[in-house]
């Protein structure tokens, strides 16, 4: 039974599955044993079964395949909203100024968040692109589509930047810095704030994630998630020729991974990765469309995904306090006594947990507190200065 037309069921599927791939993703760089992973997402070789498959699932299925994902969702989002305002018959003006400031709250919120639990998140770098490409989201498509073509030849170059920056990078972590290790003491904070500001610079200029909101925005436009009986041939050769793509782009780098190519080839082999995953996140999105269509609004198994993606932003805060008290040896400790395979056992606990807070929030018909908490933020109304009051008689 296809799902109900009043009822966006795809963009709800698709949002809990992200974060699924992001508890996936982050958990191994909690890792604090013997296999740890690079921040960079560069898996070292490892010796079990469960962790070399662990290994290979992260590189072909999660790393940078994720945040293509989360940012075409974010982008597909900002547009609803942008329409949806427009419909009350807001002003462009207004429109941008509320899209800004929605962009600068996720950066504070960002900020609170390294702080308070890790430095590796993602609000504050989508917060800043956000920012940055308020005034596109409004223009007309033309210039929505010129802007994704620059974009796109950028991309080409920046992965390469990127390619060559990691590579040359250390190629160990300093234990006593590893990220399962960082508390609160006043020199974890000072590298939490200092590791923060460097990840969001560098997804910000390195890292297609501009590119990949946009061309949210572009499907947002067409309704490609809303309205998949009309965008059918579409959202198939998105999966035909995403997936191939993605799947391919990430042989050489788990080549590197595995030791059977030399690190001399990881530079070109990361920024592979990095482009063709853009095709793997629009690939799963373009999935979740499909699957829509044919899904009931209330179907059970429907329930924890479409639960956890309409309040994702809570979702995903406790997701990431989940895996901090699992992982860090501030905590709990688990990250130091498992490789990638438990990482993703933690990861899978982690995505579990908040999607319990999902499924409990929504039998209370509640919404998420952090949407809530941004709503108001962003939708209080500014005060205007009342004019002078004249003195004379």
């Known amino acids: 039974m296809p799902s109900s037309p009043g009822r966006m ?45 662990a290994n290979l699932g992260l590189t072909f299925f999660v790393f940078s395949r994720s945040f293509p994902l989360f940012a075409a969702l974010l982008g597909y989002g900002l547009v609803l909203i942008i329409e ?52 596109v989201l409004v223009r007309d498509d033309r210039a ?24 040359a990078g250390p190629a160990e972590e300093t234990p006593a810095m590893a990220l399962g290790h960082l508390g609160y003491a006043p020199a974890d904070l000072v ?11 560098i997804n910000v200029t390195l890292f297609p994630i501009a590119l990949a909101v946009l061309v949210g925005a572009w499907a947002a436009r067409r309704r490609l998630l809303e309205e998949p009986e009309r965008n059918l041939g579409l959202l198939r050769r998105i999966v035909a020729v995403g997936l191939p793509v993605s799947i391919l782009g990430a042989v050489p780098l788990a080549l590197v991974g595995a030791g059977v190519l030399a690190p001399g080839h990881g530079w070109w082999a990361q920024a592979l990765h990095v482009t063709t995953g853009l095709a793997g996140g ?15 609004a209330d179907a059970r198994w429907t329930r924890p995904l479409t639960a956890i993606g309409r309040r994702s932003l809570t ?32 990861g899978l606990t982690a995505w579990l947990v908040a999607a319990l807070v999902a499924n ?9 507190p952090a949407e809530w908490l941004l709503r108001r933020l962003v939708n209080r109304p500014r005060r205007v200065a009342e004019p002078a009051r004249s003195s004379g008689g």
């Open 315 to 346: 979702c995903y805060i406790v997701m990431e306090a989940t895996l901090i008290l699992l992982s860090s040896t501030a905590f709990l400790g688990f990250g130091a006594r498992v490789g990638p395979a438990g990482a993703l056992l933690i």
């Open 84 to 135: 949806s305002r427009r419909r009350r018959g807001e002003p462009d003006d207004e429109i941008r100024a509320r899209v800004r400031r929605r962009g600068r709250w996720m950066l504070i919120l960002g900020l609170g968040m390294a702080l308070l639990v890790t430095p590796v998140e993602i609000l504050a770098p989508y917060g800043v692109i956000t920012l940055l490409i308020a005034g």
């Open 282 to 296: 629009f690939a799963y999105a373009a999935i979740f469309g499909l699957i829509g269509r044919h899904v009931s």
């Open 144 to 167: 929505l589509r010129r802007v994704i073509i620059v974009l796109a030849g950028v991309a080409v170059i920046t992965s390469i930047l990127l390619g060559f920056a990691l590579s």
């Open 191 to 201: 590298y939490r704030l200092t590791s923060w500001v460097f990840g969001v610079i």
């Open 9 to 53: 069921l795809a963009p709800d599927l698709a949002r809990g599955f992200m974060l699924l791939l992001i508890a996936l993703a982050h958990a191994p760089l909690l890792i604090t044993g013997q296999a740890l992973v690079n921040v960079d997402e560069r898996v070292r070789p490892a010796s079990g079964l469960a962790d070399q498959l």
């Open 360 to 368: 409990l929030l929504q039998a209370a018909n509640r919404a998420g």
